[in-house]
């Protein structure tokens, strides 16, 4: 039995020339899954950052016009790149949609007198 972790059920019904080519790229698989999991977990850290400025300055959570943007200008990137477009936009709202759970979580905690930056005398 494969104890290689890429070979999932494969290895029992796939000849070993198959099996090592399907190896291969899963390993690229595994790599670009990797800088997925990297780029988001940056991303939501910037958003982090976002949402406490917008607790902060009593902003609302969400901003239709920035996404109406965004969204636009991804849909034109995912053409260029040969990428759905329609599943860059669900992709995209998916996260925002999360990002705004975020923001509205922090915006109620810094309401009920949560966690608030040092005063300044
Ligand atoms: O840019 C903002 O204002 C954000 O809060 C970030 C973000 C995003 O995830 O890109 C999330 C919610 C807004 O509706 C728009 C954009």
Sequence with gaps: MSTDPRAGEAAQYVEPEVLEELLSMRSSIDNIDAALVHLLAERFKATQ???VLKAKHQ????DPAREKNQI???KRLAEDAQLDPEFAEKFLNFIIEEVIRHHQA???TASEGGPQEP???
């Design 49 to 51: 950052r976002v949402g």
């Design 59 to 62: 902003l609302p959570p969400a």
């Design 72 to 74: 636009a200008r991804l």
């Design 106 to 108: 922090i915006s109620e």
């Design 119 to 121: 005063q300044q005398r």
